[in-house]
């Protein structure tokens, strides 16, 4: 192996490039969440689908790994249009989850354990088997009924064209045209997602009312927050005109790149620490008329208000796809959210200067603000980044991957990258977010049946999307156990892998170097060495393929290039790779505490 030689110092004059990065003592600021998908975590009744009482027996896992808070995808009564993203009523359990009975000792357990849980609100649309839809359209045109809802005439003669032309983030336009009562062909409501999720109109005071004794409902219970669903889409353009977005299609949010190709910044980091002030690029499109819209602050501080006559540091996460970050930073000011998703740093390419531009960007954007930065690889709506970050052709969000998907992933490369990307990512100051299966090193599922696909997109998009099934299957526990213990039926409403054996935690548990072991102490590492707390200083003198920091007494050296670079001397306490001989090999993160 060649070995490039290291300085002949390391020595620390990088220059904090955070400042003070967040500002406030609450727990969310430094924590770890997890987020638990309820229908693939584990299923206490055998039926396929995960459930509340599941999810309690298996906490005690989550608290030994080391997280500090779990948020739990949508458990509310819901069709299941959209995986549980289709809410027919906010303040009940759907009985594929349990009861609120379930939910209660669910959360007593956690609190118990000393994990903060997080609720997943979804304000932006309801099911339309929702009471509310149902009524408005059972009423007149004009009615207060229908004005819960974005309702419009049609265009054309008749009415027979939908009200503009903007397309579904699931395929398909975004406009349905219903029929009235009487059998004639009706007005048109928008969904920016499924026809089965309408929009609510949010300039209406009711819907705002009514939002607000939900988030009591669910506060009064003791949840310690909300993560807040589509935090970017709630306000549309006054007219709402037309608009088409970029060739590479609809995504959550229409300016976010593909890559972050396009995001990179015009500075070179060969062997220099990075200057202070570091700049947004400018966003690649104008925002869609119906992302990022300005009045959507308007309603978070309300929900600020709300969460503020409760005790204790209750949270709100915005899953805001807005672009830049300077922008996103909007949703997180000190009387609105407390922290937002950062898509911007899960979609940076893995490259050492995509990483250290985002960090940076994503340090300053959000300190400007008083928030801590967030940082996330993996999610139920993205590829798993075991598989993702060895993809070698473009994948747009919500796009997934299957069997005939081009640039398909090399699983041994996948994991590598992911346990090195995961390991500089829990170095960094701030808030991480974990997706269930992430611990266990899990790829993507590529290989699922066409006739098991379940995602809205894959039929919307008429399979040209193979859409988000694959990061979604029921996570492994035990490796000879039915459905990989995920129940004691062997069911399971995704078909789980032929080859996940290795991957169930308890082929890991206790073994060194699995990626199991790895997270557990990056976490325990994290914890005892305040890295949450701590700042980034960048070090100089490493290549132009290696990111090297120090943040507190830890040097963190991340090694994204082909060739091993030499190590400084110190003891190591994370490596996502073997060490030996004093060299960092390619694709390997250490963090390291110096002699
Ligand atoms: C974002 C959620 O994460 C995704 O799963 C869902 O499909 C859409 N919002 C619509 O609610």
């Known amino acids: 192996m060649t070995i490039e030689s290291a300085p002949d110092s390391v020595v620390p004059a990088g220059i904090p490039t955070s400042g003070l990065l967040s500002t406030g003592s609450e727990w969310w ?4 969440i997890y987020q638990i998908y309820p229908r693939s975590f584990a299923d206490s009744t055998g039926d396929g689908v995960g459930d509340l009482p599941g999810i309690t027996r298996r906490l005690p896992a989550l608290a030994e790994l080391g997280v500090d808070a779990v948020w739990l995808s949508p458990f509310f009564t819901s069709p299941q249009k959209d995986a549980g993203y289709d809410v027919s ?7 594929r989850f349990g009861t609120l009975e379930d939910f209660d000792r669910m959360l007593a357990t956690a609190h118990e354990l000393d994990l903060k849980v997080i609720a997943d609100m979804v304000p932006n649309h309801t099911s339309s088997a929702h009471p509310w839809f149902i009524e408005a359209l059972a009423s007149p045109e004009g009615s207060p009924e229908r004005d819960r809802y974005m309702f419009r005439d049609g265009k054309g003669k008749n009415g027979d064209e939908a009200p503009n032309n903007w397309e579904s983030v699931f395929g398909g336009s975004m406009w349905n045209r219903i029929t009235n009562p009487d059998g004639t062909p009706g007005q048109w409501y928008l969904h920016i997602f499924d026809s089965s999720q309408p929009d609510l109109n949010w300039e209406n005071p009711w819907v705002r009312e009514q939002f607000h004794g939900i988030l009591r409902f669910w506060l009064d219970r003791g949840v310690d927050g909300f993560r807040v669903d589509v935090a970017h889409g709630m306000i549309k353009e006054a007219g709402l005109p037309d608009y088409t977005p970029p060739p590479e299609g609809a995504s959550m949010g229409g300016a976010l790149p593909t890559t972050s190709d396009d995001l990179v910044l015009d ?6 620490a990075l200057a202070p002030g570091i700049t947004d690029p400018p966003a690649p499109n104008p925002d869609p008329p119906y992302w990022g819209q300005e009045g959507v602050h308007d309603i978070w501080r309300g929900w600020h208000s709300v969460l503020a006559e409760y005790e204790g540091d209750r949270v709100l996460c915005a899953e805001a796809w807005v672009d830049p970050l300077t922008k996103m930073a909007l949703w997180v000011r000190p009387d609105e959210m407390s922290q937002a998703f950062n898509f911007d740093y899960m979609f940076s390419d893995w490259t050492a200067e995509s990483q250290r531009a985002v960090i940076d960007r994503s340090i300053a954007a959000f300190s400007g603000v008083g928030a801590p930065s967030t940082w996330v690889l993996s999610n139920h709506d ?10 070698t052709a473009e994948n747009p969000q919500g796009a997934g991957i299957g069997p005939g998907s081009p640039g398909q992933p090399e699983p041994v490369l996948g994991l590598r990258r992911a346990r090195a990307a995961t390991s500089l990512m829990l170095s960094l100051p701030g808030s991480s977010y974990l997706y269930q299966g992430e611990e266990l090193g899990l790829p993507e599922a590529v290989n699922l049946p066409d006739s098991a696909r379940q995602d809205p997109t894959w039929f919307r998009t008429k399979g040209e999307k193979y859409g988000r099934d694959g990061c979604r299957v029921p996570i492994p526990w ?6 990989y213990g995920f129940n004691s039926s062997g069911k399971s409403w995704l078909p789980q892998p032929a080859d996940w054996a290795p991957y169930a935690r ?3 548990e206790g073994i060194p170097g699995s990626t199991l072991e790895m997270y557990r ?29 120090r943040n507190g007494e830890v040097t963190v050296i991340a090694n994204l290039g082909k060739v091993a670079v030499e190590l400084p001397v110190g003891n190591i306490l994370l490596a996502s790779e073997p060490i030996t001989g004093g060299a960092l090999p390619s694709d390997t993160t250490v963090w390291v505490l110096r002699s």
């Open 29 to 32: 600021r430094t924590a770890v």
């Open 521 to 549: 102490t990056a976490l325990a590492v994290r914890r005892e060495r305040h890295l949450a707390s701590g700042t980034v200083s960048w070090l100089n003198g490493y290549g132009r393929d290696v990111i090297a920091f």
């Open 478 to 483: 035990e490796a000879d156990k039915p459905a």
């Open 382 to 391: 993205v590829v798993r980044h075991a598989s993702r970050l060895a993809l």
């Open 267 to 272: 500075l070179s980091h060969a062997d220099t």
């Open 89 to 95: 009523d906010y303040c009940d359990v759907d009985p």
């Open 506 to 508: 308890d082929s890991q």
